[in-house]
C-alpha cells in the first residue's frame, strides 16, 4: 500500500482530551508521523484515559515527558528541531511559562507550524475562562439551532466545537500551514478557536437567515424539524427513520411511495402554517408500520430515507459494511480514516500506545542526532 499523502510529516502532539488528540489522530490517519508528548501518570485534563480502548490516541508514538523539569523542556526543543509542526491544547499563556511558547521553539525552528487549540481562542475577554463545547456552541448562535420548538436547545454531544470546529478545524489549518512552509520555508502560529470554528460552520445558516429563509424561533425552519418531510419519524415497532425530502421531485417520490400522491393535502408542501397537519398525518402514517417495513417501501429510492441506526446496529448496515466504513483496531471496532484517496491509499490504523512505549527509541533517536549530550525523558 503507498503511504498516505501525509507520509513524511512529523508532529509534536501535547497530549490532552477532547479536539487535540482527534486533530493528532486525523493527521497521524492520513500518514503523518505523530510523536505524542504524554505526561508521566497518564492523566490528562484532570481525566485518567484507558489508552487501550482511546480511539482518539491511534497510530501514535508515545514519549512521557515531565515538561514542569528543564530536563523534559529541553527534550521538547530538541524534538521541535526535527519536527514540521507541534499542536497544543492549553489555555493561552501555559506553553509560554513552561519556556515551550512560539518564541522559543521557532528559534529552534523557524519551519515548525506552531498549532493552538483553545475554546475561546488566544486573546478575547473570554480568553482566559475555563469551558466546554457546550458552551462555546452556545456563545455563537449554534446551540440556539438544535432542538424543537417549545423546547430547550439539545446540545449534539459534543460535536461541533470539540471535534467539528476544533479538531477538524485545526487539522485543516495545519495542513495548509504545512504547504505554506513547504513553499515559504516559514512556519506560523495558528490559533484555532473552537467558537470560530463552531461559527464558521453556521455559514449556511447566516445565508439562510439573509435570505429570510432562516427564523431564530427553534424548530420553525426547513432543516430544524419544522418541516414535515425533514424530520424523524417513529414506527410500529419502536424503530425510528429519517426523512429528508427537500427538492420537489424527491418529495414527489416520497408521495408516491406512501400512497400520498393523490392526497391534496400534500400539495401544501411550502405552506409553513400547514405543517403541523402535515406532520401528524405523517406521524401516524409511519406508525403503521415496523422501520423494517419502511425499509422495504423507501430503501434504495429517492425519497432521501434512511433508518435511524444506533451505534451498535450501524458497522452492521450493508452499505457501510461494503464500504468498510468501520474498522477494528486492537479489539476495538472504531471509524476508518476518512476521506479516501486514489493515488495515496491511507493505512490500517494502528493500536493506541501505552503511554511512553517509545520513549527509549525517541530518545535514543534525539541522542544521535544531537551527540553526546545528556537527555532524559523524566529528571
Same mark, same amino acid.
Request: hydrophobic content about 40%; charged content about 20%.
Given at each position: ?8 510529516? @512529523? ?54 515527558? /515531565? ?15 526535527? %519536527? ?75 460535536? +461541533?466545537? /470539540? ?18 512552509? @513547504? ?32 427564523? /431564530? ?25 429519517? +426523512? ?22 400534500? /400539495?401544501?408542501?411550502?405552506? @409553513? ?47 457501510? %459494511? ?58
Amino acid at each position: 500500500m503507498a503511504p498516505g499523502p501525509l507520509d513524511g510529516l @512529523r508532529i509534536l502532539e501535547i497530549a490532552g482530551i477532547g479536539p487535540g488528540p482527534f486533530c493528532g489522530m486525523m493527521l497521524a490517519d492520513h500518514g503523518a508521523e505523530v510523536i505524542r508528548i504524554d505526561r508521566p501518570g497518564g492523566i490528562r485534563g484532570g481525566v485518567q484515559i484507558d489508552r487501550a480502548t482511546d480511539v482518539l490516541a491511534r497510530s501514535r508514538r508515545s514519549l512521557v515527558l /515531565d515538561l514542569k523539569t528543564p530536563a523534559g523542556v529541553d527534550v521538547l526543543l530538541r524534538l521541535s528541531e526535527t %519536527a514540521d509542526g507541534l499542536i497544543e491544547g492549553f489555555r493561552p499563556g501555559v506553553m509560554e511559562r513552561l519556556g515551550l511558547g512560539p518564541e522559543e521553539v521557532h528559534a529552534r525552528n523557524r519551519r515548525l507550524v506552531y498549532g493552538r487549540m483553545t475554546g475561546w481562542g488566544q486573546e478575547g475577554s473570554y480568553a482566559g475562562s475555563a469551558g466546554h463545547d457546550i458552551n462555546y456552541i452556545a456563545l455563537v448562535g449554534a446551540l440556539s439551532a438544535f432542538g424543537r420548538a417549545g423546547a430547550l436547545p439539545t446540545p449534539p454531544a459534543n460535536l +461541533i466545537g /470539540d471535534f467539528a470546529g476544533g479538531g477538524m478545524m485545526l487539522a485543516f489549518g495545519m495542513v495548509c500551514a504545512l504547504l505554506h512552509a @513547504r513553499i515559504s520555508g516559514e512556519g506560523q502560529v495558528i490559533d484555532c478557536a473552537m467558537v470560530d470554528g463552531a461559527s464558521l460552520l453556521m455559514s449556511f445558516l447566516w445565508s439562510l437567515r439573509a435570505q429570510g429563509a432562516w427564523s /431564530d424561533d427553534r424548530g420553525s425552519n426547513e432543516l430544524d424539524t419544522g418541516a414535515p418531510y425533514y424530520d424523524v419519524y417513529a414506527c410500529a415497532d419502536g424503530g425510528l427513520i429519517s +426523512i429528508g425530502a427537500i427538492e420537489p421531485q424527491f418529495y414527489a417520490e416520497l408521495r408516491t411511495l406512501l400512497g400520498l400522491a393523490t392526497d391534496p393535502d400534500f /400539495d401544501a408542501r411550502d405552506q @409553513r402554517d400547514r405543517w403541523p397537519g402535515l406532520k401528524a398525518k405523517l406521524t401516524a402514517l409511519f406508525l403503521s408500520r415496523t422501520r423494517g417495513d419502511w425499509c422495504q417501501v423507501l430503501e434504495h429510492t429517492d425519497a432521501c430515507f434512511a433508518p435511524v441506526l444506533s451505534l451498535a446496529e450501524a458497522p452492521a448496515h450493508p452499505h457501510l %459494511a461494503a464500504r468498510g466504513a468501520f474498522i477494528e483496531v486492537g479489539g476495538v471496532l472504531q471509524p476508518a480514516p476518512a476521506p479516501r484517496y486514489s493515488a495515496t491509499p491511507v493505512a490500517t490504523p494502528r493500536p493506541p500506545p501505552t503511554a511512553g512505549a517509545d520513549s527509549e527509541a525517541l530518545l535514543a533517536e534525539l541522542a544521535q542526532r544531537a551527540g553526546p549530550t545528556q537527555v532524559g525523558a523524566e529528571p
